[in-house]
């Protein structure tokens, strides 16, 4: 049989190709049973395709709604923890992302901060001197907040 990749793409058992009267060119023609076979394959595959995509659009969207609301609840969970929320009232994630950001360069610029005391890992005896009121010296460097020194005696 000639042609039988076209066949099996239309869907149909046969291809049949006839001769034109008086030498004309060859044609092939379909019964009603055939096109009707036809009209069905590709009913079922245009279908197909689109439940396809429908599936995939789905799927996809799950994924970013998943993604989205995992943005939302990091985003105000980091707010929250540096009591911004009542600033970001009613914008959107981005904004709240991009105001956040804007906070920590703030919190980054800050010179007059509480500083750590130098640690070396060796454990540092004190004397009894160096105590005042069997405590440690609260002006002593690390001790002051904000650059403030508060006298205690």
């Known amino acids: ?69 995992a943005m939302e609840n990091a985003a105000k969970a980091a707010l929250e923890l540096n009591d911004l929320t009542a600033d970001t009232e009613g914008k959107t994630v981005a904004e709240q992302i991009t105001f956040l950001g804007e906070k920590c360069q703030e919190y980054g610029k800050k010179e007059t901060v509480h500083t750590i005391p130098g640690n070396n890992g060796q454990e540092v005896k004190v004397d009894d001197e160096q105590l005042l009121e069997g405590y440690i010296d609260p002006n002593a460097a690390h001790n002051k907040l904000l650059g403030i020194s508060q006298n205690v005696e």
């Open 1 to 69: 049989m000639k042609y039988v990749l076209i066949a099996a793409a239309l869907g149909i058992q046969e291809l049949s190709v006839k001769s034109g009267i008086f030498g004309g060119k060859p044609f092939a023609s379909f019964t009603e049973e055939q096109l009707e076979a036809l009209e069905k394959a590709l009913a079922a595959t245009a279908n197909a395709e689109l439940q396809q995509k429908l599936d995939t659009a789905t799927q996809e969207n799950s994924s970013l709604k998943t993604s989205n609301e």
